[in-house]
């Protein structure tokens, strides 16, 4: 394996320098070629950027950069990315010149350069961008008031300003901002000066640190500001004016200092950037940006209109923990090319749940991974597009396409059972000193691994090939047998994910035996094992207690899908409520939950254990984790059209989840979580009807509060179920609540109406590229057109999609066929919608690799869920 690797890197090495003696011409589009990267980076380096903005509200922004920068080679043409912009003027080395620009990048002529130093400025005027990226614009619906941000992962730099746009190609940053009088700014350093000028004022920032283009950021808008200064580092967080009642400021600024005394600590080496911002933004295309010292984080993740449950605080508190990691991981330290993404956010996931539960009041936080972002890792490892972690990226048009569970959870659990694997003190090590080596610089997964071997004097090569470079996950099983009551023999059996992904790997987890006794059950053994290859004999386990119930991943240290053996399956159905341990009890709910998506447990068995069961459950985390599994099997039997089971099994459901929100009045989170269940399963007459009256205040909830976001969830459902009224309900409440949050919950009820002409205007509006509609409002619209339950609804345009996804792909651009293919590409559950996929697929060859795996994902989970409803005994 490290001489593929040394080979794989000569041969990337060779072909940079061969680009750089005679480089092809850049492609004229608008994205960045790995190969044109390299080409670059090989002549440049040293790069230093000033940069000056004239900020107004208005529309349109205007910006001068000057760029110098060192180039060995001066006898080929050099460009600089800027995307959509109108240039007033372009100055090479002194020399006014006449700009050679495509509106995707400019190119500088060879005789215009020098071998040395250069410097280029550049006058431009922008319009702000609408969908998220670049320096996007928005103006508050409430007051009027404009607020702009910058987002640039993974390559939108260019979108606001004249860069290099390419992560190795690191530069510092120097900026001025003139804005309207009532405006802050926020950037990676603080200001020196804010002067007052004609109509506004004028803010001063030093020279940043070097930076990789898109870790850098500038905000601006009339936000309001918090401070906190009872940390090592000042500490600020912004917000829109119209929003801040619903922002708890001591909740973040504790997370934040908590997460920077951990990282601190764990890392050995201080906080590099001096101050550390939050912004809450509209509109936000993610869930938050590791922006070096000024993160952005979405505000429809993390803005409530009452108290934050146990569970919003935790979601915040550890996406405050996974950028937080990224200062370090990912800013100080940057991948070469968008190929090593994969690692800063996987180890921002790993580096962000440890520190969640280290720092925090959330000890359970590897609890929450497991049944979140573990299970999602999971579900895409199994599917036809499955990937390795790292894999290769073209251009910076496919950065994006492998952002998914893989590269976050996959990766993340990778992490974690490698720290495992090594000892969790050389883990650290190897990290330290990895972060010390290539801090202010660019590394590859070499580098990082190479640094980790290095502390545990342990070659990591074949390691690395298992995990990193091949794709699919394994199976584990207990294979043992009893005599006279004690285990006579013991193995650990490992299977492949596929004949297609035959990897079998190596890592270490723990085998529990357990017992069942008057208590329930009872761990009688445990044994940590190191495993590789098909069959590894456990010879420790020989003599134990023949056991009730085996599980080979207890505590969850390893990567990999746990299939029972028969007793063991039984003994977990049977003994869900007897089992003490929350952990344990959400693998075994897991087990039975995997079973129904591999269609080998009746999803009616499925929902007859969860009415069993789930009203006791008392653990706060996998309450969560149930309720999630019971909507998700509530959105199969939707697709799969009107029964008599799905009448009488989703009244169950509503009454369970009805009775235990009435039983929960003492404890609002639970209260809430139950009551989150009911709006999400709530669909017979009488359960909406319940509603209406909650909504109108007919009937009262004791200790349920109704909040203007219950309000709108309320409304949203009842809209979606056409229930009498409800339109005028909608209208009236939209008439009230003016907010941004507002009017997308009103879209999202709009658009969910069971109505065909409806259904037909929302999409001729999201097929239109030039609406003024924001993207945020367009991608609400997307997500909540077509419900499960709306099937012959979806039917009536679902062949029109198919026919323009071909055109559509082409036009649209990443960012919107990123949220279309999932929402809108039509999916019904039944072999014909299989089919009618199947020939999608092959009719459009020529689709972005993006666009092709949505494609794709929809037709093999529309095939499951036909093959779910096969296995129904009720049908």
């Not at 940079?16 to 440049?44: C, F, I, M, W």
């Not at 499960?788 to 919107?816: H, I």
């Amino acid at each position: 394996m490290k001489k593929y690797l040394i080979a794989a890197a000569v041969a990337l090495s060779a072909g940079a320098v061969h680009a750089a003696s005679t480089p092809a011409p850049r492609a004229e589009n608008a994205y960045l070629s790995q190969q044109d990267a390299a080409a670059r980076a090989a002549r440049v380096s040293n790069v230093d950027y000033t940069l000056d903005f004239a900020l107004t509200g208005k529309e349109a922004f205007s910006g001068t950069t000057t760029v110098s920068f060192d180039l060995t080679d001066a006898s080929q043409a050099l460009t600089i990315d800027l995307d959509k912009a109108t240039i007033t003027s372009l100055v090479v080395n002194g020399k006014a010149v006449t700009p050679q620009y495509n509106q995707w990048f400019i190119t500088l002529a060879a005789q215009d350069l020098k071998a040395g130093r250069n410097t280029v400025t550049i006058a431009y005027t922008r319009l702000h961008s609408t969908n998220g990226e670049g320096l996007h614009r928005m103006v508050d619906p409430v007051d009027g008031r404009v607020y702009t941000y910058s987002h640039f992962e993974p390559a939108a730099a260019h979108q606001m300003f004249p860069v290099f746009d390419q992560p190795d190609l690191k530069g510092t940053y120097q900026i001025t901002v003139s804005t309207p009088a009532d405006w802050v700014v926020s950037s990676t350093t603080r200001e020196t000066s804010v002067q007052d000028i004609d109509g506004g004022k004028r803010w001063t920032f030093p020279r940043s640190k070097k930076l990789s283009p898109y870790n850098f950021s500038l905000h601006a808008g009339p936000y309001k500001v918090w401070e906190d200064n009872s940390g090592k580092y000042p500490m600020r967080l912004f917000a829109r004016q119209s929003v801040a009642a619903q922002v708890s400021p001591q909740d973040w600024f504790r997370y934040t200092r908590q997460g920077l005394g951990f990282f601190d600590q764990y890392f050995g080496i201080p906080y590099q950037f001096e101050k550390y911002d939050q912004l809450l933004v509209p509109d936000f295309l993610y869930g938050a940006m590791e922006n070096a010292a000024a993160i952005t984080f979405a505000e429809g993740r993390f803005l409530h209109k009452e108290e934050m449950t146990a569970a919003q605080k935790q979601s915040l508190a550890g996406v405050i923990m996974h950028e937080m990691a990224h200062q370090w991981f990912g800013d100080l330290v940057t991948m070469k090319w968008w190929n090593g993404l994969w690692l800063n956010e996987s180890f921002a996931s790993f580096m962000g749940t440890l520190a969640t539960a280290e720092a925090t009041e959330f000890t359970n936080a590897w609890q929450g991974f497991y049944s979140g972002g573990k299970q999602a890792a999971y579900v895409q490892d199994q599917r036809v597009t499955t990937h390795a972690i790292e894999t290769p990226v073209a251009s910076t048009a496919n950065a994006f396409d492998n952002i998914d569970a893989i590269t976050y959870s996959k990766g993340a659990s990778t992490l974690k059972q490698l720290r495992h694997l090594l000892g969790e003190e050389v883990f650290r090590q190897g990290v330290h000193n990895y972060l010390v080596k290539y801090q202010y610089r660019n590394a590859t997964l070499d580098d990082f691994i190479g640094s980790l071997g290095e502390a545990a004097q342990r070659d990591l090569s074949g390691w690395t090939k298992q995990w990193l470079y091949e794709a699919g996950v394994n199976t584990i099983a207990a294979d043992f047998s009893c005599k006279g009551g004690k285990l006579s023999s013991f193995t650990l059996r490992q299977n492949a994910a596929s004949p297609a992904l035959p990897t079998l790997r190596e890592q270490r987890v723990q085998i529990a035996l357990f017992q069942q006794g008057a208590q329930g059950l009872a761990l009688s053994k445990n044994v940590a094992v190191t495993y590789q290859g098909a069959v590894t004999a456990v010879p420790e386990l020989q003599g134990a207690a023949c056991p009730d119930l085996v599980y080979p991943n207890y505590q969850d240290w390893g990567f990999a899908q746990v299939q029972l053996d028969k007793k063991s399956f039984a003994t977990a159905r049977a003994s869900l409520s007897k089992v003490e341990d929350p952990l344990l009890r959400s693998m075994l709910w897991q087990s039975l939950w995997d079973s129904v998506r591999a269609a080998k447990l009746p999803l009616n068995d499925f929902l007859g254990t969860v009415l069993a069961n789930a009203p006791a459950e008392k653990d706060y985390t996998l309450l969560g984790d149930i309720v999630d599994k019971m909507r998700a099997a509530q959105g199969y039997l939707d697709a799969m059209g009107p029964s008599a089971y799905r009448t009488k099994v989703g009244a169950q459901l509503e009454q369970m989840a009805f009775a235990a929100t009435q039983a929960a009045s003492a404890d609002k989170n639970f209260q809430r979580r139950w009551f989150g269940a009911y709006l999400n399963l709530a669909s017979s007459p009488a359960a909406l009807k319940q509603l209406a009256d909650i909504l109108d205040g007919k009937l009262v909830v004791p200790g349920l509060n109704v909040s203007q976001d219950v309000r709108w969830e309320i409304i949203g459902r009842l809209n979606r179920y056409a229930y009498p009224g409800s339109a005028a309900l909608l209208a009236a409440e939209q008439g009230r609540d003016k907010s941004d949050s507002g009017q997308q919950a009103a879209i999202a009820a709009a658009a969910g109406r069971p109505d065909a002409k409806v259904k037909a205007e929302w999409l001729a509006t999201i097929a239109d590229l030039q609406t003024t509609l924001p993207f945020s409002r367009v991608r609400t619209a997307m997500n909540s057109l077509y419900p499960a339950e709306q099937g012959a609804l979806n039917e009536l345009s679902a062949a029109q999609r198919l026919d323009s996804l071909g055109q559509l792909d082409k036009t649209a651009g990443p960012v919107y066929m990123r949220a279309y293919g999932p929402a809108l590409i039509p999916a019904t559950c039944t072999p014909a919608s299989v089919q009618r996929l199947e020939t999608a697929i092959v009719k459009f060859p020529d689709l972005s690799d993006g666009t092709k795996r949505s494609l794709s994902v929809t037709k093999q989970e529309d095939e499951r869920c036909v093959a779910i409803k096969k296995v129904m005994t009720i049908f």
